[in-house]
């Protein structure tokens, strides 16, 4: 941006036209996603689920005991 800036400026008009085509490539260049921050999230709320599902087919007490023991 500077570059095109200083072009503009002293009137060096095909330079500072091609620095402005290679900003807007730059632009409009989608960003790349970070993949393991979604693969994280993602393993994050499987495992949230499956405790949940976990959680709902064994019974209070079961459960319970079972945590009390993890947790010593």
Known sequence: M???ADATRHHRWAEAD???RH???QWLTPTVAD???WNDL???RMA???RKEQR???S???WDNTHQEMNR
């Open 18 to 20: 091609e620095l402005w």
């Open 23 to 25: 900003l807007m490539e």
């Open 35 to 37: 993949q393991g921050y």
């Open 42 to 44: 993602l393993d994050r």
């Open 48 to 50: 949230a689920l499956e």
């Open 2 to 4: 500077k570059q095109w």
């Open 56 to 58: 709902s087919t064994v």
């Open 60 to 62: 209070d007490d079961e």
